[in-house]
């Protein structure tokens, strides 16, 4: 949320393309505490093989993330942050099953 927040105020940005830049950010970030951390002990398959799967699942929350995000913001008038936050919270719940359960198995 601190890099939508950073390229929206800042930046000057339109939440909707800068949420895109801060999701792929935090999916590539996240990949990376994850494969060294949270599934270190799962060792199948290389690097760039585990990032493009990663990569995947986190694009399916990710488009879920950000159609949730246009949704709260557009239609029920939430702030954009907080549409945001109920996007990351029901993406990261649907990231950790598939990754679990594709990604890292």
Do not use: P
Not at 39 to 62: C, E, M, P, Q
């Amino acid at each position: 949320m601190g890099v939508l927040y950073m390229l929206t105020h800042l930046f000057f940005m339109d939440y909707k393309i800068a949420s895109i830049c801060a999701i792929e950010i935090s999916i590539l970030s996240n990949f990376f505490i994850n494969n060294y951390w949270t599934w270190r002990d799962k060792s199948n398959g290389t690097f760039v093989h585990k990032l493009l799967k990663y990569h995947t699942t986190a694009a399916i929350s990710g488009v879920i993330n950000w159609l949730l995000l246009i949704l709260f913001t557009e239609q029920f008038h939430l702030h954009f942050m907080l549409s945001n936050f109920i996007g990351i919270a029901i993406g990261s719940v649907i990231n950790f099953l598939l990754n679990n359960f594709w990604t890292f198995k």
